[in-house]
Nanobody, 124 residues
Framework: QVQLVESGGGSVQAGGSLRLSCAASGYTYNRWMAWFRQAPGKEREGVAAIWTGDSGTIYTDSVKGRFTISQDNAKNTVFLQMNSLKPEDTAMYYC??????????????????WGQGTQVTVSS
């Protein structure tokens, strides 16, 4: 069982940047790690994912070019660098892993292991 702890959220003005961290207490090599977000009244949305074996990445279209997911394998940590933030990026951001076999990176219910989330608020 991998324990995940997110950090780095906060309140920023539009156009600002934040870097989120997801620290894992267990082995995470050769598996998917993903960031999701959920705004009040909205569905949980897949933001980005990384395959920790070769650092291959995937992004949802709305954040492509603004957000970057990366990893530090030695520290068992995944990051989400968020630049050019917009008010519509406001949400609780969650880290997830343990994707089921045949699961989809953008489907929250396909992940079995979640952190508790970190709040990101972007004001205009």
């Amino acid at each position: 069982q991998v324990q995940l702890v997110e950090s780095g959220g906060g309140s920023v003005q539009a156009g600002g940047s934040l870097r989120l961290s997801c620290a894992a207490s267990g082995y995470t090599y050769n598996r998917w790690m993903a960031w999701f977000r959920q705004a009040p009244g909205k569905e949980r949305e897949g933001v980005a994912a990384i395959w920790t074996g070769d650092s291959g990445t995937i992004y949802t279209d709305s954040v492509k070019g603004r957000f970057t997911i990366s990893q530090d394998n030695a520290k068992n940590t995944v990051f989400l660098q968020m630049n050019s933030l917009k008010p519509e990026d406001t949400a609780m951001y969650y880290c997830a892993t343990d994707l089921r076999h045949g699961g989809r990176w953008y489907v929250a219910s396909d992940f079995r292991n979640w952190g508790q989330g970190t709040q990101v608020t972007v004001s205009s």
